[in-house]
C-alpha cells in the first residue's frame, strides 16, 4: 500500500485556480482511493499506476475546460511528461482510462470492437474526473504510460498534441502525387504541418504541403514546421484556388476556415478542429468530430466504408425517412423510419453482444444528418458508430456543404491519437522533432506560477506553453 500527499492548483468554473491538498492512497493491484482537502473525492480500481509529473503542456482544451460537461473542481493537465518514483524512467501518458488501458480481463463492447478512445464509461486524466498533470503526481492507467526515453523531455510534452495531429494524416492518408493544403497554421494547424512532414519522410510517399496562412510570420513558420509552400489568405481569396487540393487539413477552429477547406478540396476535406456554431444548417460538427464520424457520398464504395485496419463488414444500416434505399444495400440489415424507432432499436435483441449502433447511416438532408448524430439531446449517443459513416443521397438544394457531399468528396475527422506510433515517428526523425520543439514551445514556467501561465497561455502568440515541476 502506498501513500503519498501533494498540494495542487484546482481549477474552477470560475475560470480561476484554488490551493487544494490532495491524497492518493492505494496500489496497483488493490485500487486507489483520491482524497481531496479531506474528503473522499474519487475511487478507482485496479490498473492505475503512480507516477511523477515532469513537464505538462496547456492546451486550448485547458483553456476551455470551464465550457465542457465535466466536473469541476479538478487538477487540469493532460499533455504529460512523467517518470516513475522508483524506476526513473521517462514516460508519456495517453490520456484515456478505459477498460483497455486499465488491463480489465473483461472489456467492454467498445474496447472489443477497438474503440477504447470511445468507451462510454471512460475518465479521461486532467480532462474529466482523474486528477492531471498540473498536479506534482498522477495516477495514469498502467497500459496507458508509453516509454519516451528516446525522446528529449521538451520534445516528450509534444508527443500528446502531435499524435493527435498524426492521427488525422493516418486517418486522410495523403496518396502519391497528393497536393495537400493545411488551413491555420496556430498550434494544431502546425503539428499536422509537422506530422505530415515526418509522415512522408517515413513512408517515401511523394505529396506536397501548402499552408494557408495569415501574414507573412505565419507563413515563414509553418515553411519551417515543413510545409513546402505557403500562401497568404490575407491577400489571396479562396475561389481563386477552388477545387486546387486534393486534400485539405481545416485547423482553424472557425466557420469560415471549413467553408474555404470545401471551396479548395478535390477529394477530401479533414475536419480536425471545430467551433460549435452552425454550418450551414448543421448543428452537429463538434459532435461529428468527437464521434470521428465521416460525411460521405451515398455510392457502392461508400456502403462499404470502415477505417483502415479495422477488421468488419457493415451490417446494420439506418436509412433516415427521407433517403431512399436501393439495391447496393442488398444483403444488409436496414432499418427505415423514425430516430426514436431506430434509438429504441439499439438496446434490442438485434444488437445483442455487439456495439449498440448502426454501422451505417443514410441521410437526405442536414437534419437527418444532425438527427442520426444527436437523436436525442439528453443524451450523447449517436445512430451511427463511432469511426462509422453518413451517406449522402439527395439534393443540394443550393447548400454548399450537401453540394460538397452530393459531387462525389467526403468529410472525415479524427480525435485521440496512437502515442506508440507518434514516438516512434518523432524518433526516426529527429530533425522534424527539433524543429517542431523549437518553434512551438514558446514559453515555459514553475508549477506555482500556473495560474499566470494559464493566463498567458490565452494569448493567440502563445504557442506552447510547459508546466515544469520541481525534480
Known amino acids: 500500500m502506498t501513500r503519498i500527499a501533494f498540494e495542487a492548483f484546482d ?42 509529473t515532469l513537464i505538462c503542456g496547456i492546451c486550448s482544451t485547458d483553456i476551455a475546460r470551464r465550457f465542457l460537461p465535466f466536473p469541476l473542481p479538478q487538477v487540469l493537465g493532460h499533455e504529460v511528461v512523467a517518470t516513475d518514483p522508483d ?47 498540473f498536479g506534482p503526481y498522477i495516477l495514469a492507467p498502467v497500459n496507458a504510460v508509453i516509454p519516451a526515453d528516446n525522446l528529449p523531455p521538451r520534445t516528450a510534452a509534444l508527443v500528446e498534441p502531435f499524435a493527435a495531429a498524426l492521427h488525422a494524416v493516418n486517418t486522410s492518408r495523403p496518396q502519391e502525387g497528393d ?17 505530415l512532414a515526418a509522415w512522408r519522410r517515413s513512408s517515401g510517399t511523394a505529396c506536397s504541403v501548402t499552408a494557408l496562412a495569415l501574414g507573412a510570420w505565419r507563413m515563414d513558420h509553418a515553411r519551417k514546421m515543413g510545409a513546402d509552400d505557403a500562401v497568404d489568405m490575407e491577400q489571396v481569396r479562396p475561389e481563386s484556388l477552388k477545387n486546387n487540393f486534393d486534400l485539405v487539413f481545416e485547423a482553424t477552429g472557425s466557420p469560415g476556415g471549413l467553408e474555404s477547406a470545401l471551396v479548395m478540396a478535390r477529394r477530401e476535406v479533414h475536419l480536425k478542429s471545430t467551433h460549435g456554431q452552425p454550418f450551414y444548417g448543421m448543428k452537429h460538427m463538434t459532435e461529428l468530430v468527437v464521434d470521428e464520424l465521416s460525411l460521405l457520398p451515398y455510392s457502392k464504395e461508400s456502403l462499404e466504408y470502415t477505417w483502415e485496419h479495422e477488421n468488419r463488414t457493415n451490417e446494420k444500416v ?62 450523447e449517443n449517436s445512430l451511427v458508430r463511432p469511426r462509422g459513416g453518413i451517406l449522402y443521397r439527395g439534393r443540394d438544394g443550393g447548400n454548399p456543404l450537401l453540394n460538397f457531399l452530393a459531387s462525389g ?9 496512437d502515442f506508440h506510433r507518434a514516438v516512434d515517428l518523432l524518433a526516426e526523425n529527429p530533425a522534424v522533432a527539433e524543429i517542431m520543439t523549437a518553434r512551438l514551445i514558446t514559453h515555459e514556467a514553475g508549477e506555482a506560477d500556473l495560474p499566470g501561465a494559464y493566463r498567458k497561455a490565452k ?13
Open 11 to 52: 481549477y474552477t468554473r470560475d475560470d480561476a485556480f484554488v490551493r487544494s491538498r490532495y491524497e492518493f492512497e492505494g496500489s496497483r493491484e488493490e485500487g486507489w482511493t483520491i482524497i481531496r482537502n479531506g474528503e473522499k473525492n474519487l475511487s478507482l480500481g485496479p490498473g492505475h499506476r503512480l507516477l511523477r
Open 87 to 133: 524506476s526513473g524512467g521517462r514516460y508519456v501518458v495517453e490520456i484515456n482510462d478505459t477498460c483497455e488501458a486499465r488491463g480489465d480481463a473483461h472489456p467492454d463492447l467498445f474496447c472489443a470492437a477497438g474503440l477504447p478512445t470511445h468507451c462510454p464509461d471512460r475518465m479521461v486524466l486532467g480532462i474529466d474526473r482523474l486528477p492531471g498533470g
Open 179 to 195: 497536393r495537400i493544403a493545411v488551413i491555420g497554421t496556430g498550434r494544431l494547424g502546425s503539428l499536422i504541418i509537422a506530422a
Open 318 to 379: 439506418y436509412c433516415a425517412p427521407g433517403a431512399v434505399q436501393d439495391a447496393g444495400t442488398a444483403g444488409m440489415d436496414c432499418f427505415s423510419g423514425s430516430s426514436t424507432e431506430a434509438a429504441a432499436l439499439l438496446g434490442g435483441s438485434g444488437f445483442r453482444n455487439r456495439l449498440p449502433r448502426f454501422d451505417l447511416g443514410i441521410a437526405s438532408s442536414v437534419e437527418e444528418i444532425d438527427v442520426i448524430i444527436r437523436p436525442d439531446a439528453g443524451n
Open 409 to 417: 468528396r467526403r468529410i472525415r475527422t479524427s480525435r485521440c491519437g
Open 459 to 471: 494569448d493567440s502568440d502563445m504557442l506552447k506553453i510547459l508546466i515544469r515541476h520541481d525534480s
